[in-house]
């Protein structure tokens, strides 16, 4: 694709994560697992889990609210809800349009789910940008909310101990000065579908007794498959959204990718040739909290004064789908 300047930007990025923690020493009571193990092969310590009765909405729309709140804007204003998320609240109707309720946006604004699981962030930016682009509004309300610990099989050590609870949200609106998004990537293969899934469920295999006995609701994953995929096509997005926004590696103020597991970023950082000082990583702290890890990641960064106006950020993500892809943005 043609270079070209920015045309949207994120102005503000909050988080909501919530208050309890379970860590690698609570787990070992609950699978065969140990804290050295889990911290050797996937670089977690703890992981935040929602307590029953707080949901997916309630996560996003604290994210969502405080976003508005830090880019001084009021839920009237948005023009366009995105949500992702993997566990949505109900089948029908969508989460999206639950959370534009609970923080009171306009009827005006349309408002979906958008599922491309740990992706979904960097695809809805994506979205968010061409609506900009297109002049069909100027605030595009990003909510990246996931209740992992609802579809987690607590009884799976191999997917158990990877996942955590939180929500990110972003601001997306036209870029100024020539801040914003430089270059994005996506890409998805359904030939790989089966490797990360949740068997029963859905209109394939509604629910039944045998179905829920078996515990084929919940997540299904060959680990050490998704692992290789991610980091090929992981790196393979970050080099390709460089070179289409015209930067080198070595221009990279910060790199925040989607946190999965340790190994995973760091073969990552080393393919696209970004040295781990420039990485920002928060896995250990909140595990893999799918699509909400990047604005979690954006908005922790910011905080941290990891991110100025003019650095630039390159982000990279993979998830069921499978789906991956990358975006370069100068902040
Ligand atoms: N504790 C102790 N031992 C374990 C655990 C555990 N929690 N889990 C697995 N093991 C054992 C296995 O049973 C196996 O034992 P065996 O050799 O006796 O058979 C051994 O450890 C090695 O298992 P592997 O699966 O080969 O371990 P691997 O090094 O690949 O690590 C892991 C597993 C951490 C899951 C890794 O493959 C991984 O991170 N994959 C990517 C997963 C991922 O990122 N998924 C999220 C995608 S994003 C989304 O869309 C939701």
Known sequence: MKRRDAVARISATARFLPDHVLTNADLEKMVDTSDAWIRERTGIVERRIAPDGMTTTDMGAGAASRA?????LEPADVDLLIVTTATPDRWLPSTACEIQARIGASRNCPAFDLHAACTGFLYAVSMAEGYVAAGRGEVVLVVSAEKMSSIIDWQDRATCILFGDGAGAAVVQPSENGEGILSSFHRSDGDMADLLERPAGGASRPLDPESLRNRDHMIRMSGREVFKSAVRSMAGAGTAVLREAGVDSSDVDLMVPHQANMRI????????GIP???????LQRYGNISSATIPVGLDEAAEEGLIEPGSLILMAAFGAGLTWGAMAMRW
């Open 265 to 272: 970023i760091e073969s990552t950082a080393r393919y696209s």
């Open 68 to 72: 508005l709140a830090k880019a001084g």
């Open 276 to 282: 781990m000082e420039k990485v920002f990583v928060n």
